[in-house]
């Protein structure tokens, strides 16, 4: 009976999925079906984490984090967990030899969602992207190249570079949600309530490097995952051509967002694209 309650642990990743992330969860659905729960498996679990320190106000969120991670620890000791999401979540870490630093750096930067609000240099953002993005392109990657250590290492760098990148683009579509509920900036020497367009470009020409540099490894990832994960990047970067035309005092007052009917779009002018073999 063990496999029905692998079953719903993998169901239970996908919902979260579905209903927390329409894009994302697209974009999953475009990959190729031996890897699709695995990253599944992956969003749940980054997806609870990530509940806890934004949504959970009013509750130990610290304590909740705690006994999350200390959870998904004895989970992966013992290969089982009565969380569905850590059970999913787990079984995937030990298929694709997921590194389980990637794991507690990505809930460090949870962790610090809890009692900073402020990052004052680049470093500081830096590593906080790191840990709450970068990591989970590479989770993602471990199960792109199923355990091919020579791909890993020469598509890690671009890995990193698209999951900065969607980082940076959420931060500034949710500029007004972190600033006024969450209050948190991560942009370093900048106040959200007077944003200047001179900041905002400069951020926007930083996105669209590392955009630039995602782009060549999107181009050399596995057939399986090359197409789901150029639908997520065209998305994002939609996204960014958004924020970059919508003045910076507008930024605070409204969410950016990008319309079903262009996201339709965006996925035929990107099956073309990848039909015709332009990535």
């Known amino acids: 009976m063990k496999e029905l309650f692998d079953s719903i642990s993998n169901e239970s990743a996908t919902l979260i999925t579905k209903k927390y992330s329409t894009s994302f969860s697209i ?79 990505f809930l460090g930067s949870m962790r610090a969602d ?44 671009a890995a990193m570079s698209l999951g900065s990148a969607f980082q940076k683009v959420n931060f500034l579509r949710d500029l007004k949600q972190d600033y006024d509920h969450l209050n948190r900036t991560y942009f370093p020497n900048i106040d959200p309530e007077n944003l200047t367009t001179e900041e905002k470009d400069k951020i926007v020409k930083e996105i669209k490097e590392d955009f630039n540099a995602a782009y060549l490894g999107i181009k050399k990832l596995p057939k399986e995952a090359r197409f789901g994960v150029y639908v997520a990047y065209q998305y994002y970067v939609q996204l960014l051509k958004k924020v970059d035309k919508t003045p910076a005092e507008v930024l605070m007052d409204k969410r950016i967002r990008v319309s079903n009917s262009l996201k339709t779009y965006l996925l035929f002018q990107s099956y073309i694209s990848y039909n015709f073999k332009i990535v």
């Open 27 to 105: 974009a999953v659905r475009l990959l190729a079906p031996s890897i699709r729960q695995a990253i599944y498996n992956i969003y749940g679990f980054v997806r609870v984490a990530d509940e806890i320190v934004d949504s959970f106000e009013g509750y130990p969120q610290k304590e909740l984090l705690n006994r999350f991670e200390e959870e998904y620890a004895y989970a992966l000791e013992i290969g089982l967990s009565t969380n569905p999401v850590i059970h999913a979540f787990q079984k995937t870490v030990k298929e694709y030899n997921i590194d389980d630093s990637l794991v507690h750096a």
């Open 114 to 157: 809890l009692s900073k609000q402020i990052y004052t240099n680049q470093q500081e953002m830096e590593d906080y992207i790191y840990g709450s993005a970068d990591v989970v392109g590479l989770m993602c990657l471990k199960v792109f190249v199923n355990g091919d250590l020579d791909e890993y290492e020469r598509l890690k760098e």
